[in-house]
T-cell receptor, first 113, second 109 residues
Framework: DVKVTQSSRYLVKRTGEKVFLECVQDMDHENMFWYRQDPGLGLRLIYFSYDVKMKEKGDIPEGYSVSREKKERFSLILESASTNQTSMYLCASSSSQGNTEAFFGQGTRLTVV | EDQVTQSPEALRLQEGESSSLNCSYTVSGLRGLFWYRQDPGKGPEFLFT???AGEEKEKERLKATLTKKESFLHITAPKPEDSATYLC??????????FGKGTKLSVKP
Protein backbone atom coordinates (compact mmCIF):
# COMPACT_ATOMS: atom_id res chain seq x y z
CA ASP A 1 0.00 0.00 0.00
CA VAL A 2 1.09 3.54 -0.73
CA LYS A 3 2.04 5.36 2.40
CA VAL A 4 2.32 9.09 2.89
CA THR A 5 3.36 10.02 6.40
CA GLN A 6 3.17 13.46 7.95
CA SER A 7 5.38 14.09 10.95
CA SER A 8 2.69 15.39 13.32
CA ARG A 9 -1.09 14.96 13.69
CA TYR A 10 -1.50 18.01 15.91
CA LEU A 11 0.76 21.02 16.38
CA VAL A 12 0.40 24.21 18.43
CA LYS A 13 2.78 27.08 17.68
CA ARG A 14 3.11 30.70 18.70
CA THR A 15 2.75 33.67 16.37
CA GLY A 16 6.07 34.51 14.74
CA GLU A 17 7.61 31.05 15.15
CA LYS A 18 9.18 29.27 12.21
CA VAL A 19 7.28 26.03 11.65
CA PHE A 20 8.34 22.93 9.75
CA LEU A 21 5.85 20.35 8.50
CA GLU A 22 7.45 17.17 7.18
CA CYS A 23 6.05 14.66 4.71
CA VAL A 24 7.55 11.36 3.55
CA GLN A 25 6.23 8.96 0.90
CA ASP A 26 7.40 5.42 0.22
CA MET A 27 6.21 4.85 -3.36
CA ASP A 28 9.02 6.56 -5.27
CA HIS A 29 6.52 9.13 -6.57
CA GLU A 30 7.88 12.05 -8.57
CA ASN A 31 5.14 14.53 -7.60
CA MET A 32 4.45 15.85 -4.13
CA PHE A 33 1.95 18.45 -2.99
CA TRP A 34 1.02 20.55 0.02
CA TYR A 35 -2.61 21.62 0.49
CA ARG A 36 -4.43 23.38 3.27
CA GLN A 37 -8.07 22.66 4.05
CA ASP A 38 -10.42 25.13 5.68
CA PRO A 39 -14.19 24.93 6.29
CA GLY A 40 -16.12 26.39 3.38
CA LEU A 41 -12.97 26.82 1.26
CA GLY A 42 -12.09 23.22 0.50
CA LEU A 43 -8.56 22.09 -0.36
CA ARG A 44 -6.27 24.78 -1.70
CA LEU A 45 -2.86 24.11 -3.20
CA ILE A 46 0.08 25.83 -1.52
CA TYR A 47 3.12 24.38 -3.33
CA PHE A 48 4.00 21.34 -5.37
CA SER A 49 7.12 19.68 -6.67
CA TYR A 50 7.81 17.50 -9.73
CA ASP A 51 11.29 16.45 -8.81
CA VAL A 52 14.06 16.83 -6.30
CA LYS A 53 15.01 20.47 -5.74
CA MET A 54 12.14 21.63 -7.96
CA LYS A 55 9.15 23.57 -6.67
CA GLU A 56 6.16 25.35 -8.12
CA LYS A 57 3.80 27.84 -6.48
CA GLY A 58 0.20 26.82 -6.07
CA ASP A 59 -2.78 29.05 -5.50
CA ILE A 60 -1.84 30.38 -2.04
CA PRO A 61 1.97 30.35 -1.57
CA GLU A 62 2.23 33.59 0.41
CA GLY A 63 3.77 33.07 3.84
CA TYR A 64 5.03 29.57 2.96
CA SER A 65 8.11 28.00 1.44
CA VAL A 66 9.05 24.40 0.67
CA SER A 67 12.07 22.18 0.45
CA ARG A 68 12.64 18.96 -1.45
CA GLU A 69 16.20 17.72 -0.98
CA LYS A 70 15.30 14.03 -1.40
CA LYS A 71 12.71 12.42 -3.64
CA GLU A 72 10.75 10.90 -0.78
CA ARG A 73 10.58 13.98 1.45
CA PHE A 74 8.75 17.29 0.98
CA SER A 75 8.79 19.90 3.71
CA LEU A 76 6.48 22.87 4.18
CA ILE A 77 7.91 25.85 6.04
CA LEU A 78 5.95 28.65 7.64
CA GLU A 79 8.55 31.40 7.85
CA SER A 80 6.75 33.39 10.56
CA ALA A 81 3.55 31.73 11.68
CA SER A 82 0.41 33.84 11.91
CA THR A 83 -3.03 33.07 13.31
CA ASN A 84 -4.54 32.98 9.79
CA GLN A 85 -2.35 29.98 9.07
CA THR A 86 -4.29 27.91 11.59
CA SER A 87 -5.59 25.10 9.39
CA MET A 88 -5.46 21.43 8.43
CA TYR A 89 -2.40 20.77 6.25
CA LEU A 90 -2.41 17.84 3.86
CA CYS A 91 0.52 16.36 1.98
CA ALA A 92 0.00 14.19 -1.11
CA SER A 93 2.10 12.34 -3.66
CA SER A 94 1.47 10.95 -7.12
CA SER A 95 3.27 9.30 -9.98
CA SER A 96 3.91 11.17 -13.21
CA GLN A 97 3.50 7.95 -15.20
CA GLY A 98 0.54 5.63 -15.59
CA ASN A 99 -2.07 6.03 -12.86
CA THR A 100 -1.85 9.60 -11.62
CA GLU A 101 -4.14 9.59 -8.62
CA ALA A 102 -2.72 11.34 -5.57
CA PHE A 103 -2.42 9.68 -2.17
CA PHE A 104 -2.73 11.74 0.96
CA GLY A 105 -1.20 11.71 4.39
CA GLN A 106 -3.28 11.77 7.54
CA GLY A 107 -3.06 15.54 7.87
CA THR A 108 -1.55 17.94 10.40
CA ARG A 109 -3.91 20.13 12.39
CA LEU A 110 -1.88 23.29 13.06
CA THR A 111 -3.04 25.87 15.56
CA VAL A 112 -1.18 29.19 15.77
CA VAL A 113 -1.83 31.11 18.98
CA GLU B 1 -9.87 28.59 -15.55
CA ASP B 2 -10.15 25.00 -14.35
CA GLN B 3 -13.02 24.63 -11.92
CA VAL B 4 -14.89 21.93 -10.01
CA THR B 5 -18.34 22.37 -8.45
CA GLN B 6 -19.98 19.76 -6.26
CA SER B 7 -23.63 19.50 -5.28
CA PRO B 8 -25.35 19.25 -2.95
CA GLU B 9 -23.14 20.63 -0.16
CA ALA B 10 -24.80 18.25 2.29
CA LEU B 11 -27.02 15.20 1.88
CA ARG B 12 -28.90 13.31 4.57
CA LEU B 13 -30.17 9.84 3.73
CA GLN B 14 -31.87 7.05 5.56
CA GLU B 15 -30.09 3.73 5.54
CA GLY B 16 -30.98 1.95 2.30
CA GLU B 17 -32.06 5.14 0.51
CA SER B 18 -30.05 5.34 -2.74
CA SER B 19 -28.97 8.70 -4.17
CA SER B 20 -26.34 10.47 -6.29
CA LEU B 21 -23.72 13.15 -5.76
CA ASN B 22 -22.84 15.51 -8.60
CA CYS B 23 -19.50 16.92 -9.72
CA SER B 24 -19.48 19.46 -12.55
CA TYR B 25 -16.14 20.44 -14.02
CA THR B 26 -14.57 22.88 -16.43
CA VAL B 27 -11.09 21.97 -17.56
CA SER B 28 -9.06 22.44 -20.72
CA GLY B 29 -8.50 18.83 -21.70
CA LEU B 30 -9.50 16.28 -19.08
CA ARG B 31 -6.49 14.32 -17.82
CA GLY B 32 -8.40 12.52 -15.09
CA LEU B 33 -11.30 12.97 -12.68
CA PHE B 34 -10.87 11.62 -9.16
CA TRP B 35 -13.22 10.78 -6.30
CA TYR B 36 -12.07 10.72 -2.70
CA ARG B 37 -13.70 9.96 0.63
CA GLN B 38 -12.70 11.96 3.69
CA ASP B 39 -13.58 11.11 7.28
CA PRO B 40 -13.46 13.87 9.93
CA GLY B 41 -9.92 14.78 10.98
CA LYS B 42 -8.29 12.51 8.39
CA GLY B 43 -6.73 12.84 4.97
CA PRO B 44 -8.74 12.07 1.81
CA GLU B 45 -8.83 8.42 0.79
CA PHE B 46 -8.69 7.62 -2.92
CA LEU B 47 -11.76 5.92 -4.41
CA PHE B 48 -11.83 6.15 -8.23
CA THR B 49 -10.18 7.62 -11.29
CA UNK B 50 -12.16 8.22 -14.50
CA UNK B 51 -10.45 9.30 -17.71
CA UNK B 52 -13.02 9.41 -20.52
CA ALA B 53 -16.73 10.08 -21.05
CA GLY B 54 -18.80 6.94 -20.66
CA GLU B 55 -16.39 5.33 -18.24
CA GLU B 56 -17.80 3.77 -15.05
CA LYS B 57 -16.15 2.31 -11.95
CA GLU B 58 -17.65 0.46 -9.00
CA LYS B 59 -16.61 -0.36 -5.47
CA GLU B 60 -19.04 -1.99 -3.07
CA ARG B 61 -22.07 0.37 -2.83
CA LEU B 62 -20.40 3.16 -4.83
CA LYS B 63 -20.44 3.66 -8.60
CA ALA B 64 -18.80 6.58 -10.38
CA THR B 65 -19.75 7.68 -13.89
CA LEU B 66 -18.37 10.35 -16.20
CA THR B 67 -19.76 12.53 -18.99
CA LYS B 68 -18.06 15.36 -20.87
CA LYS B 69 -19.19 17.93 -18.30
CA GLU B 70 -19.89 16.11 -15.05
CA SER B 71 -19.42 13.05 -12.94
CA PHE B 72 -21.84 11.30 -10.63
CA LEU B 73 -21.15 9.21 -7.56
CA HIS B 74 -24.09 6.87 -7.11
CA ILE B 75 -24.61 5.34 -3.68
CA THR B 76 -26.81 2.26 -3.62
CA ALA B 77 -28.48 1.20 -0.37
CA PRO B 78 -26.10 3.22 1.81
CA LYS B 79 -25.13 2.23 5.33
CA PRO B 80 -24.21 4.51 8.26
CA GLU B 81 -20.54 3.70 7.69
CA ASP B 82 -20.78 5.43 4.29
CA SER B 83 -21.18 8.75 6.14
CA ALA B 84 -18.25 10.98 5.13
CA THR B 85 -17.38 13.93 2.93
CA TYR B 86 -16.92 12.96 -0.71
CA LEU B 87 -14.51 15.04 -2.74
CA CYS B 88 -14.20 15.35 -6.49
CA UNK B 89 -11.07 16.61 -8.24
CA UNK B 90 -9.72 17.07 -11.75
CA UNK B 91 -6.11 17.08 -12.82
CA UNK B 92 -4.95 20.52 -13.89
CA UNK B 93 -2.59 21.28 -16.75
CA UNK B 94 0.40 21.29 -14.37
CA UNK B 95 -0.44 17.90 -12.85
CA UNK B 96 -1.92 19.24 -9.65
CA UNK B 97 -5.40 18.29 -8.45
CA UNK B 98 -8.15 20.91 -8.38
CA PHE B 99 -10.79 20.04 -5.81
CA GLY B 100 -14.46 20.82 -5.36
CA LYS B 101 -15.63 21.75 -1.88
CA GLY B 102 -17.16 18.37 -1.26
CA THR B 103 -20.51 16.83 -0.36
CA LYS B 104 -21.04 15.88 3.27
CA LEU B 105 -23.08 12.69 3.36
CA SER B 106 -24.91 11.55 6.49
CA VAL B 107 -26.64 8.18 6.54
CA LYS B 108 -28.99 7.61 9.45
CA PRO B 109 -29.88 4.09 10.65
Amino acid sequence: DVKVTQSSRYLVKRTGEKVFLECVQDMDHENMFWYRQDPGLGLRLIYFSYDVKMKEKGDIPEGYSVSREKKERFSLILESASTNQTSMYLCASSSSQGNTEAFFGQGTRLTVV
Amino acid sequence: EDQVTQSPEALRLQEGESSSLNCSYTVSGLRGLFWYRQDPGKGPEFLFTLYSAGEEKEKERLKATLTKKESFLHITAPKPEDSATYLCAVQGSQGNLIFGKGTKLSVKP
